[in-house]
């Protein structure tokens, strides 16, 4: 009898092991999340599209006036160099109002810069060393100053445009009593009295 009982009772337990297992199902897995798609805002491209074409205009602006600015830079430093050349002296031998070889071409680079600025009017102003008496040191300097008129006008320049003037030794550009001090003061200076406001360069 307890046998019995004892196989009913393993039995009960199999089945039920078995009922439990087949209960026993398999997890079911969540699909992948779908992309999530944006939908298109034209606004925002809009302003997108804007805000690279103001960029792109900002920094054609920026490298025109750079351009600009170099370009007028060059342009002062060539007036700068021309009004240079201009006011380059004309430097004698003592007691001589004679225009030496080596100061002509000094003379001719001028030429350009009068034919360029045609209402331009100048003043040669003629000096002297410290030798010699002021009386005749004053009548050096107007010699030497009406030469280099004279050198200029019969190279086609109207005499009307230039003053002369003579300072004597009143004006040294170098106060020494010296060999070289006397060769530098010994001068014809130049100056722009009218009519270059704006300068013009030669071949502009």
Known sequence: MHARIRSLALAALALSAVTTTACKKKPVLAPPPAPVVKPF?????NAAEAAKRAAAEAAAKAA????????AAR????VAAAKASFATPVY???DKAEIRDDQK????AKLPIFQANADMRIRIAGNTDNRGSDEYNMVL???RAAEVKRYLVAR????GRIDVVSFGEERPAVAADTEDAWGKNRRDEFEIIAGANPFKLPGK
């Open 75 to 78: 342009y002062a430093a060539a």
């Open 92 to 94: 004698f031998d003592y």
């Open 105 to 108: 071409a000094a003379l001719e």
């Open 156 to 159: 086609g320049i109207d005499a």
């Open 141 to 143: 300097g107007q010699k």
């Open 41 to 45: 805002n034209q606004d925002s491209a």
């Open 64 to 71: 025109a006036d750079k351009a600009a600015a170099e370009a």
